[in-house]
């Protein structure tokens, strides 16, 4: 898992919102401030839009994910 300072790059990324070492909610960032002080969490099936923010020691954690296909070179 890799952390990012720049939330607003995350906007249609699938995160991991953590406090601490606890993880607050998993979900796809809808929009995010230009300097990364908060952004919001689309609603889904079980929770509603949701804004986290830096000053509240939010943290966004990003997973590598598998291709569904190879990358090729040249």
């Not at 249609?12 to 606890?22: K, T």
């Not at 509603?48 to 190879?70: C, F, H, K």
Request: aromatic residues 8%; positive net charge; glycine residues 6%.
């Amino acid at each position: 898992m890799d952390t990012t300072a720049s939330w607003s790059r995350l906007v249609g990324a699938v995160v991991e919102i953590r406090q601490g070492h606890r993880v607050i909610r998993c979900g796809t960032v809808e929009s995010a401030m230009p300097d990364s002080s908060a952004l919001w969490l689309a609603a889904d099936t079980t929770h509603q839009r949701m804004m986290y923010t830096a000053a509240e020691n939010y943290e966004v954690w990003i997973r590598p994910r598998q291709l569904n296909a190879p990358i090729k070179f040249g």
